[in-house]
């Protein structure tokens, strides 16, 4: 049996109209918006200075004077961390010990020992005021002691790496004077007394939060947000912060990615780093670049790595287009409009009523549901849930409305195109275009339409009764287990490699491809390389069984899905991912009337061998 779509009717002609004129508002706000983006901007580039001062060491230099090589060579920025006591004594402006040691030492030198925790930790200074900061910002208050002419401060347990201790105005001073963009790194503590940010560093351009805390973390957020009024903050991708969804609205922000400095040591050389922080700016908005450098031999000389990557870095965004320097203004000049929201949003809500017909009644009614439910679940009863809700709908209406035939694929992608574009009138406003509010429920956009597509496939072939009464008398064999098998790693694929560091890696081909592609036009997603040419599969090939055509362009729905997924990182420009959907598609295309006669030709191959075969003991000869 094969699969027909229902015949369009009345309602499903008034719900289409519905949803073309709600366009109209949706294109209103995304000529607003396109206006809005710059597609070349400055870009920052920071470097981790503790890093620097590793790498320094393997070959006897300071952090500045490594620092200064690697200025010569592009990079406008460095990453300076506030002071801990276990900084400021490697740098010689205290020394530090656990009572245990001191206690060691007094104790071999034949002298009673302070009372003292032998857990907690004892701090002198070797310069003056250098541990004042220390001493105002945190409780509890230090106790203090003198031993031989020395006072000592003690606070307890083994603190050296937890309390902070301000900026270094004498290093922050240095790096500026060589003319170095700052980012300053402050940290976080349970406890503090002095203001939070009241030390923030005037030199710094960005803050760069250190650890998984903002600074003022719980209690001090509201000093936070007004010290950091000078400075733009940085949100960490894949790095979620306490604190950040309070504050990022109400301060300047920058989108920063970095990567951890074992996964660079051992996995990314420089041109790869290149590519994900290229990436990165084109279509995901990120501004501000935080690099480590080379630490390691394993992947050749440290020092050369880093000077590989910091001069191709620079090349390859000056090439594109960007300034490499520090960052003026990040606001964006988007305004949206409550009523054109509205009206986009009632087209949304016209396709989720589209996808409901599309089921048997009355099963439509439960589809509706479960969309509405998960979209409201997830994201609130908010804007976020209607922009959720077309992203779940429109990759699943195409193939669901349009005959099993060749040019169903464009029909298809611009359904899916016209809810990409309900989606973004709907969910752009300030805090999604900057970042600061994800879009909500992302995971659900991959896994949902199409399983949506699949329901509806199968029942428009049998009834539910028919096909559990199929499944409950079927003879499993090797071609089932095989093809379930198949399903399940798709499924895996689909959802492991998402984000920027999947469980499931990124192949070598896939990376060539991106590259190849990446040098022309904006590249295209997997999942749209690999579900369109699926879907041409399923539509060139009547003669396959509906079920497996059913699967395929189950594939092509996935690829659907993606398109709404680009869209919905609201931080990439519309036209990039408008781009980056039309190049897809084209090469889906391209692979798909390769693959599609290659496919037909395989298939008439094996019916006719399997027809030429000897029949059993039955008088039955293999089934094609």
Known sequence: ????????TVADRLLWAVVVLALVPAAVLAARRVAAEGSREAVAIVMDEQALATQGDMIGVTSL??????????????ALYEDTIETLAAKGYAATMLGSELKAQLVAAGRPAPPVPSNATLVTALAPGVLDRLIAKNVPAARSFELDGRTWYLWPGDVKNVLPAGPDEAQLELWRAAGFDIAYRPRNAPYRTEGVGSDFPAAATYLVHAGTQLAGWPAGLEELVAASQGHYTAVIEGTPQSGMAKVAGRVPTVRLLSFNQDYIDRRLRPADLVDKYLLAVQERNVRLLYLRPYTTVELGDPIENTERLVSSLTKTLTAQGYRVGTLSSLETSYVTTGWLRALAAIGVLAGVALLARRFPAPLGLAAMALVVGAAVYFAGASWDAVALLAALVFPTLGYLTFKERLPAILGATLVSLAGALLLAAVGSERDTLLAIR???????????????????????????????????????????????????AAVLVVL????????????????????????????????ELLGHPLAILALALPGWPAWLRGLLLTGGVVAQASVLNSFSHYHTPLLISLERTAVALLVGIVVGAVLAPLAGMATRLVTAWLRSAPADAHGQRPSA
């Open 1 to 8: 049996m094969s699969y027909r779509p229902p015949r369009s």
């Open 65 to 78: 004077e490594l620092g200064r090589r690697y200025q010569a060579l592009g990079l406008p920025g460095v």
């Open 438 to 488: 994800p879009f909500s429920g992302v995971g659900l956009t991959l896994v949902v339409p199409p399983a949506m597509f699949l329901a509806a496939y199968l029942l428009r072939l049998k009834r539910p009764v028919l096909w559990l009464k199929q499944m409950l008398t079927t003879h499993i064999t090797f071609s089932h287990v095989a093809l379930g098998l198949v399903a399940v």
């Open 496 to 527: 492991l490699r998402r984000g920027n560091d999947p469980v499931i890696g990124v192949s070598q081909f896939e990376l060539t491809l991106r590259s190849l592609l990446g040098e022309f036009v904006a590249r295209p997603r997997f999942k």
